[in-house]
């Protein structure tokens, strides 16, 4: 049983313009969220994270937009950029102690020139 | 700053063999967590350590695996009788503080069983 979902396995936008990368969660207490960027070789480096008690974060150019009733939450980047291509994941502290993080499973985005 | 580091890289063993990797933490870090990665999905969590203390495993991890962090510093993670099942990319993440939910992870050790 999938705990967080990220349905689209590729996403292809034009350089300059917004990508918008979406994840599900089922369960009604998570109350942290992760987005993690992956290049090929190489382990996922941290982006940007959001509590539950904000609906929205932003840093230059990710914004990160939850909404709690739908248990959804979107990654935006604006304006996307070549080395934007990677793979995106959200994830989400849980498990027994909450400290281990429970991952979906990626939506690969490139970036067309 | 120098970054959370993993040796080796890749590994290439034959099935039934033991294999050990090894992780080095940020160095102010206390809490070191191993995740295993295949193709297509996301990390899935298989241990995580407070400085020495292993405080959570996963299910996911059978008794041929073993994980130690005997000084609090860097850890190590032995696969023993290495199956075809177990070739993942294994990878090492650290994080600082009581409440820090950020993990840093390094590159991650390749292992493929023939």
């Known amino acids: 049983d999938q705990q967080v979902k990220q349905n689209s396995p590729s996403l292809s936008v034009q350089e300059g313009r917004i990508s918008i990368l979406n994840c599900d969660y089922t369960?009604?207490?998570?109350?942290?969220f992760l987005w993690y960027k992956k290049y090929p070789a190489e382990g996922p480096t941290f982006l940007i994270s959001i509590s539950s008690i904000k609906d929205k974060n932003e840093d230059g150019r990710f914004t990160v937009f939850l909404n709690k009733s739908a248990k959804h939450l979107s990654l935006h980047i604006v304006p996307s950029q070549p080395g934007d291509s990677a793979v995106y994941f959200c994830a989400v502290p849980g498990g027994d102690s909450n400290y281990q993080l429970i991952w979906g499973a990626g939506t690969k985005l490139i970036i067309k020139p | 700053d120098t970054g959370v580091s993993q040796n080796p890289r890749h590994k290439i063993t034959k099935r039934g063999q033991n294999v050990t990797f090894r992780c080095d933490p940020i160095?102010?870090?206390?809490?070191l967590y191993w995740y295993r990665q295949t193709l297509g999905q996301g990390p899935e969590f298989l241990t995580y350590?407070?400085?020495?203390?292993?405080?959570?495993k996963s299910r996911l991890l059978s008794d041929r695996f073993s994980a130690e962090r005997p000084k609090g510093s860097f850890s190590t993670l032995e696969i023993q009788r290495t199956e075809q099942g177990d070739s993942a990319m294994y990878l090492c993440?650290?994080?600082?503080?009581?409440?820090?939910?950020?993990?840093?992870f390094g590159p991650g050790t390749r292992l493929t069983v023939t």
């Open positions: 993440a650290s994080s600082l503080r009581v409440g820090s939910r950020e993990q840093y």
């Open positions: 160095s102010e870090h206390n809490r």
């Open positions: 369960n009604s207490m998570f109350d942290y």
């Open positions: 350590f407070q400085n020495e203390a292993q405080l959570e």
